[in-house]
């Protein structure tokens, strides 16, 4: 095999070898033993800022004394017979990082010496990529790095959904999540992402309607050097060449321009990509969950989304109910955010029943984003925030000045206690009976409410839980 491998690069031209190291990514630069310049290929010219026709008339001292150079790492490397590094800055006032390695005869005496340099900002630039690559090929691989999706659902139309969802994220087609704005759509995808056979796999996001138009064809497929101004000298990867094999969810992808939506069709339909600037078609194993809370048929309509890339993407469509038609998860969700936030802020709020009730009479247009937020603030401060609207309540009808007092039907305390006893009532239908979920929606304990159960002798069902 050695052999054959040798017989092979002997067949290789001289213009054949001068295109593999005019394709090197670095500057290659050779010398003979005395310094002298036999060899420069495109990009040593350019960093040098000097034709090789001038430059094999000169040596690596006289390179130095006209200025080309601040420092010779070649001629380090001859007088010291040794492996040198330096970085010098050439007459265009870029940093360059050089590394010069001296070829010795049988008889120790220098034959060439090989020098590979890189601009110091493109080295940075290399660095910086590689971390990046670095921190999600540990995210792919650690699950502990895998943030864990918990879903609040007790609505019963929610947990309908929640269940199509374990069984959609088994498969590999795509899925299209519709519904308000703050419905939860990111959160749904990151669960399905974890129930499926990618769960270990990258996942990686991007809100459609934050990137430029210009700038999201190189977001999503790459580009290579020099594609564009102001693009990364070394070229990019796009998030479809990061997530190969892992899932890419795409938010808001009613923002897409009609030619990224081509692109996107075209990945989509035969998983190929090119990057910006590029020549070479690259394969994409992506899983992709798409999300928009726009009317995607009627922009098909004005012509302001593609219908080929809608069916593409509604192979199994997902509509998100709003908060406002979810309204057992009200509560559930405000449990839950008053324990993430008393935690985070080291607090001990709890939710009283007339605060529970205010929330759950409110059309929370913001959804469950307003609902968090509204939260929090209660947490940290210890009242609730202004609503954005009115409850949905009736005005009570204004009270004539004229009209006699009437003796009150009841005690205070007896108003109290038939209040008491109808919203338990209340909890306990919305809840099917189940004690534990309606001590929560009530904001007291479960041994509390068992005790008011029996004082108006309530209906109920039993519940075992801890």
């Given at each position: 095999m050695e052999q054959e491998k040798r017989i092979h690069l002997a067949h290789l031209t001289t213009a054949q070898y001068d295109a593999i190291l005019n394709h090197c990514n670095s500057n290659i630069f050779v010398t003979d033993g005395q310094g002298l310049i036999l060899y420069a290929n495109d990009a040593a010219e350019r960093a040098l800022n000097c034709t090789f026709d001038k430059l094999r008339r000169m040596d690596v001292y006289q390179l130095r004394e006209a200025g080309y150079t601040t420092h010779s790492s070649s001629a380090d490397a001859i007088q010291s017979k040794r492996k040198s590094f330096a970085v010098y800055r050439n007459n265009l006032g870029e940093e360059i990082a050089t590394t010069s390695i001296p070829v010795l005869?049988?008889?120790?005496?220098?034959?060439?010496?090989?020098?590979?340099?890189?601009?110091?900002?493109?080295?940075?630039?290399?660095?910086?990529?590689?971390?990046?690559?670095?921190?999600?090929?540990?995210?792919?691989?650690?699950?502990?790095?895998?943030?864990?999706?918990?879903?609040?659902?007790?609505?019963?139309?929610?947990?309908?959904?929640?269940?199509?969802?374990?069984?959609?994220?088994?498969?590999?087609?795509?899925?299209?999540?519709?519904?308000?704005?703050?419905?939860?759509?990111?959160?749904?995808?990151?669960?399905?992402?974890?129930?499926?056979?990618?769960?270990?796999?990258?996942?990686?996001?991007?809100?459609?309607?934050?990137?430029?138009?210009?700038?999201?064809?190189?977001?999503?497929?790459?580009?290579?050097?020099?594609a564009f101004t102001g693009a990364n000298r070394e070229g990019k990867p796009g998030l479809f060449e990061l997530a190969n094999g892992g899932t890419i969810f795409l938010d808001e992808v009613g923002e897409l321009s009609l030619l990224a939506q081509s692109k996107l069709l075209r990945v989509l339909e035969s998983g190929e990509f090119m990057r910006v600037g590029g020549q070479k078609v690259q394969k994409a194993d992506v899983r992709v969950?798409?999300?928009?809370?726009?009317?995607?048929?009627?922009?098909?309509?004005?012509?302001?989304?593609?219908?080929?890339?809608?069916?593409?993407?509604?192979?199994?469509?997902?509509?998100?109910?709003?908060?406002?038609?979810?309204?057992?998860?009200?509560?559930?969700?405000?449990?839950?955010?008053?324990?993430?936030?008393?935690?985070?802020?080291?607090?001990?709020?709890?939710?009283?029943?007339?605060?529970?009730?205010?929330?759950?009479?409110?059309?929370?247009?913001?959804?469950?984003?307003?609902?968090?937020?509204?939260?929090?603030?209660?947490?940290?401060?210890?009242?609730l925030p202004p609503l954005a609207e009115e409850p949905a309540h009736p005005a009570p009808e204004p009270i004539p000045e004229s009209a006699p007092w009437a003796e009150p039907a009841f005690?205070?305390?007896?108003?109290?206690?038939?209040?008491?006893?109808?919203?338990?009532?209340?909890?306990?239908?919305?809840?099917?009976?189940?004690?534990?979920?309606?001590?929560?929606?009530?904001?007291?304990?479960?041994?509390?409410?068992?005790?008011?159960?029996?004082?108006?002798?309530?209906?109920?069902?039993?519940?075992?839980?801890?």
């Amino acid at each position: 095999m050695e052999q054959e491998k040798r017989i092979h690069l002997a067949h290789l031209t001289t213009a054949q070898y001068d295109a593999i190291l005019n394709h090197c990514n670095s500057n290659i630069f050779v010398t003979d033993g005395q310094g002298l310049i036999l060899y420069a290929n495109d990009a040593a010219e350019r960093a040098l800022n000097c034709t090789f026709d001038k430059l094999r008339r000169m040596d690596v001292y006289q390179l130095r004394e006209a200025g080309y150079t601040t420092h010779s790492s070649s001629a380090d490397a001859i007088q010291s017979k040794r492996k040198s590094f330096a970085v010098y800055r050439n007459n265009l006032g870029e940093e360059i990082a050089t590394t010069s390695i001296p070829v010795l005869n049988g008889e120790g005496q220098i034959e060439l010496v090989v020098t590979r340099s890189d601009e110091v900002g493109s080295i940075l630039a290399q660095q910086k990529e590689l971390d990046r690559y670095r921190s999600l090929y540990q995210q792919m691989l650690t699950r502990s790095d895998i943030p864990s999706v918990t879903l609040i659902a007790e609505d019963p139309r929610m947990k309908e959904i929640v269940e199509s969802l374990k069984k959609y994220a088994q498969s590999e087609a795509t899925i299209l999540l519709t519904g308000e704005s703050g419905t939860g759509k990111e959160v749904l995808a990151g669960y399905i992402r974890q129930n499926s056979s990618r769960s270990m796999d990258a996942f990686l996001s991007v809100n459609c309607a934050a990137v430029p138009n210009e700038l999201m064809e190189s977001e999503l497929f790459g580009y290579e050097k020099g594609a564009f101004t102001g693009a990364n000298r070394e070229g990019k990867p796009g998030l479809f060449e990061l997530a190969n094999g892992g899932t890419i969810f795409l938010d808001e992808v009613g923002e897409l321009s009609l030619l990224a939506q081509s692109k996107l069709l075209r990945v989509l339909e035969s998983g190929e990509f090119m990057r910006v600037g590029g020549q070479k078609v690259q394969k994409a194993d992506v899983r992709v969950i798409a999300a928009t809370n726009r009317d995607l048929k009627a922009m098909i309509e004005q012509k302001q989304f593609r219908a080929d890339l809608y069916y593409r993407l509604c192979v199994l469509p997902v509509e998100i109910p709003p908060l406002r038609e979810r309204p057992l998860d009200i509560g559930a969700l405000a449990w839950h955010f008053l324990t993430v936030f008393n935690r985070k802020h080291r607090q001990e709020r709890e939710l009283p029943p007339g605060l529970l009730d205010g929330l759950r009479s409110y059309s929370w247009p913001g959804n469950i984003r307003e609902l968090r937020n509204t939260m929090e603030n209660y947490v940290i401060t210890g009242d609730l925030p202004p609503l954005a609207e009115e409850p949905a309540h009736p005005a009570p009808e204004p009270i004539p000045e004229s009209a006699p007092w009437a003796e009150p039907a009841f005690s205070l305390r007896e108003a109290i206690e038939r209040t008491e006893k109808a919203q338990i009532q209340a909890a306990l239908q919305l809840t099917g009976g189940d004690v534990e979920q309606a001590a929560r929606q009530l904001g007291i304990h479960r041994s509390v409410l068992y005790k008011k159960i029996n004082k108006y002798q309530l209906r109920h069902r039993p519940s075992y839980g801890g």
